[in-house]
């Protein structure tokens, strides 16, 4: 008999196209391109230097070609670790940031939506199982 692992994930998670943006502020030290996105979180690559992601900054999603920003979202971070590099020849340490979201409004889930429904890749949406058709049938 096989083991089960539980998945941890509640929601769908989907790949943000290329130019997504993941802002940490006050600082605004942590940019970083988002991996994938789901209504409870998210995941995304940066640059390593003195500070790291904690409760007491709030995230920014931001994409310029749809002209989305969603400011002021609450999180919590699940893990921050280091990429490992395929060349000994860089100098640069980029890292993972995976992060929940917490006490969401209204509004800003209703705008997260639009985020995964025009920001994410299709393709993702049908590796998910999630019908892609008119925005109004997906489900989330």
Same mark, same amino acid.
């Given at each position: 008999? +096989?083991?089960?692992?539980?998945?941890?994930?509640?929601?769908?998670?989907? =790949? @943000? =196209?290329?130019?997504?943006? @993941?802002?940490? =502020?006050?600082?605004? =030290?942590?940019?970083?391109?988002?991996?994938?996105?789901?209504l409870?979180?998210?995941?995304?690559?940066?640059?390593? #230097?003195?500070?790291?992601?904690?409760? #007491?900054? *709030?995230? /920014?999603? +931001? &994409?310029?070609?749809?002209?989305?920003?969603?400011?002021?979202?609450?999180?919590k971070?699940?893990?921050?670790?280091?990429?490992?590099?395929?060349? %000994?020849?860089?100098?640069?340490?980029?890292?993972? %940031?995976?992060?929940?979201?917490?006490?969401l /409004?209204?509004? *800003? /889930?209703?705008?997260?939506?639009? +985020?995964?429904? *025009?920001?994410?890749l299709? *393709?993702?949406?049908?590796?998910?199982?999630? &019908?892609?058709?008119?925005? /109004?049938?997906?489900?989330?």
């Open positions: 008999m +096989f083991n089960e692992v539980p998945e941890a994930r509640r929601d769908h998670r989907f =790949k @943000a =196209k290329e130019g997504a943006v @993941a802002v940490l =502020k006050p600082e605004s =030290k942590i940019l970083g391109q988002i991996i994938d996105i789901s409870g979180g998210l995941s995304f690559h940066y640059m390593q #230097n003195d500070i790291r992601p904690n409760e #007491n900054s *709030q995230l /920014t999603i +931001f &994409y310029a070609s749809e002209r989305f920003n969603l400011d002021g979202l609450a999180f971070v699940v893990s921050d670790t280091v990429i490992e590099s395929g060349s %000994c020849f860089s100098s640069i340490i980029m890292r993972r %940031c995976s992060v929940i979201f917490t006490h /409004t209204d509004h *800003q /889930t209703s705008k997260l939506e639009y +985020f995964i429904r *025009q920001c994410t299709p *393709q993702s949406w049908l590796e998910q199982g999630v &019908y892609c058709g008119a925005a /109004t049938a997906m489900s989330f």
